[in-house]
């Protein structure tokens, strides 16, 4: 196994009631609970997986409405919000269309073309309650991530402790 992970900060924004909570309660611990809004409280999950032989940790944020998304003050947000404002056509987002088991309110061809025409955002159509195309979502992220050109902005690469490794016979100790 490699040397180095990869963390990536995933947030996910959206109207209260779209599903955000359960897309992430389903993708980190593979449930679906019809009461989650009444207890969640989770702030964030970490998730790891490997996309094409890299290992890359996702810590996904979930977000709670609008309101409290404004006064969210964390350098991931700041991050986002000023990549957005510079060159939202390079900001790795991925737009998903939830809860195709039941409410279609947005057909396949309206929200193809709103991606196409907002910076060719990749799309998936997803059911957190059935678990269609949730994890497809999340590494249609990751991959994006990992094929952005400069990631330096959102990617933090962090050492792994080698513990097969043998101490320097010569090294020492200050
Ligand atoms: P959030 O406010 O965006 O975090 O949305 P929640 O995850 O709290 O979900 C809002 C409501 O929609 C809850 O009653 C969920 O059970 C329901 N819900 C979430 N995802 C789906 C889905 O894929 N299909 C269906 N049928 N209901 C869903
Ligand atoms: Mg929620």
């Known amino acids: 196994m490699a040397g180095k992970s990869s963390l990536f900060k995933v947030i996910l924004l959206g109207d209260g009631g779209v599903g955000k909570s359960s897309l992430m309660n389903r993708y980190v611990t593979n449930k679906f609970d019809i009461q989650l809004f009444h207890t969640t409280g989770v702030e964030f999950l970490n998730k790891g997986l490997?996309?094409?032989?890299?290992?890359?940790?996702?810590?996904?944020?979930?977000?709670?409405?609008?309101?409290?998304?404004?006064?969210?003050?964390?350098?991931?947000?700041?991050?986002?919000?000023?990549?957005?404002?510079?060159?939202?056509?390079?900001?790795?987002?991925?737009?998903?269309?939830n809860k195709i088991d039941s409410?279609?309110?947005?057909?396949?061809?309206?929200?193809?073309?709103?991606?196409?025409?907002?910076?060719?955002?990749?799309?998936?159509?997803?059911?957190?309650?059935?678990?269609?195309n949730v994890a497809a979502a999340f590494e249609g992220a990751a991959r994006r991530v990992l094929a952005a050109e400069d990631r330096s902005d959102h990617l933090i690469q962090t050492d792994t402790v080698n513990l097969h490794r043998k101490p320097e016979p010569s090294s020492s100790c200050y």
Not at 60 to 86: C, H, N
Not at 103 to 122: I, K, L, M
């Open 50 to 97: 490997e996309v094409d032989g890299r290992f890359v940790t996702m810590q996904i944020w979930d977000t709670a409405g609008q309101e409290r998304f404004r006064s969210l003050r964390m350098p991931f947000y700041r991050g986002i919000y000023s990549a957005d404002v510079k060159e939202p056509e390079s900001f790795p987002f991925v737009i998903l269309g």
């Open 103 to 132: 409410e279609w309110q947005v057909s396949t061809e309206e929200a193809q073309a709103w991606c196409r025409d907002n910076g060719h955002y990749p799309s998936f159509e997803t059911s957190a309650k059935d678990a269609t």
